[in-house]
């Protein structure tokens, strides 16, 4: 005779009654793994709504920030440098004359400026970005132009034509690309006015040498 169990104790595994197959488990029953895809699909089906309100909130901070960097950070802004001390080494050397643009408008900026021994002289490198935005480099050197000239514009730089600046003997030269020059020979110095800027911005910065 076996003894008696607890009234509130239910078996942990029911037996059913003869002769019926044993219950799946919960996990395992057709109707929970149909709650369960209907959930699951419920989280995976988002509207275009939705998507396009989580897109704008993690756009808006990115866009507060590139203002702030813009607006009080001088972002894309570009660096001003003083040319004053390449022109002072420039003429310490005393290897040529030296010209310097006068009456530039305040739309030019400065943005890099240099004087160093190279192969066969020196070279006078002053960057330029000018009103509107463009590249131009004020080069002087007393290198000769033979070796000069290739360097600063590739082999394929070719004349085309004199350009009429304050009297002086200017030639219009092909640059690299997208680039157009000014080139002034002189006995001792070469001069070089090249960039993607436009041909009267090279003019203003050639005919503002003094």
């Known amino acids: 005779m076996e003894p008696a169990q607890p009234a509130d104790r239910v078996p942990a595994d029911p037996t059913p009654p003869d002769g019926q197959p044993p219950l799946p488990p919960a996990a395992g029953r057709p109707g929970a793994a149909a709650d369960g895809g209907r959930v699951a699909k419920a989280r995976s089906e988002r509207s275009p709504k939705d998507m396009a309100l989580s897109l704008l909130v993690l756009l808006v901070p990115i866009a507060l920030l590139l203002a702030f960097y813009r607006g009080f950070l001088g972002g894309e802004q570009p660096t001003v440098v003083d040319a004053g001390p390449a022109y002072e080494q420039a003429r310490a ?33 002053v960057g330029y970005l000018t009103p509107e935005g463009r590249g131009a480099q004020l080069v002087q050197s007393n290198v000769p132009p033979e070796r000069l000239l290739p360097a600063e514009l590739t082999a394929a730089g070719q004349p085309q034509g004199p350009a009429d600046l304050g009297g002086a ?8 690309g997208n680039e157009q020059a000014l080139v ?13 800027a436009r041909d009267n911005e090279l003019r203003e910065l050639a005919g503002a040498l003094r």
């Open 93 to 125: 050397a005393n290897a040529f004359p030296v010209t310097e643009p006068s009456g530039l408008g305040s739309g030019w900026r400065t943005v890099s400026a240099s004087f160093r021994t190279v192969d066969d002289g020196v070279n006078l490198r």
């Open 184 to 196: 002034l020979l002189e006995p001792n110095r070469t001069v070089i006015v090249v960039g993607d």
């Open 169 to 176: 003997s200017w030639q219009r030269y092909t640059g690299r």
